[in-house]
């Protein structure tokens, strides 16, 4: 089991720019591929961004050229940068660890470890 614990988030105004951050600890957290998803109320969970610990990434084609993911591994963490935001990206943001990429993006269903969630919303 990994644990996560997020932090960063809070309000923007559309256009502007949020950084999260992803700390993982546990003694099989560099086995796991990491990312972000994302909760709108009463939207279903979706991913938004995952990284290998090689360094390859995948992005939701919803945030493509406005969000980076990437990693430290030396302490374990990932950090998702967030730019030109836009009001439809306010939403839950939660960490993930997961044994694949393809597993992170067939969806919320197969993650095993999730951290609390850090609220994000944009202004318009």
């Known amino acids: 089991q990994v644990q996560l614990v997020e932090s960063g988030g809070g309000l923007a105004q559309a256009g502007g720019s949020l950084r999260l951050s992803c700390a993982a600890s546990g003694r099989t957290a560099s086995s796991y591929v990491m990312g972000w998803f994302r909760q709108a109320p009463g939207k279903e969970r979706e991913f938004v961004a995952g990284i290998r610990w090689s360094g390859s990434s995948e992005i939701a084609d919803s945030v493509k050229g406005r969000f980076t993911i990437s990693r430290d591994g030396a302490k374990n963490t990932v950090t998702l940068q967030m730019n030109s935001l836009k009001p439809e990206d306010t939403a839950l943001y939660f960490c993930?660890?997961?044994?694949?990429?393809?597993?992170?993006?067939?969806?919320?269903?197969?993650?095993?470890?999730w951290g609390q969630g850090t609220q994000v919303t944009v202004s318009s």
């Open positions: 993930a660890a997961s044994p694949s990429i393809a597993t992170m993006k067939a969806g919320p269903g197969g993650i095993g470890s």
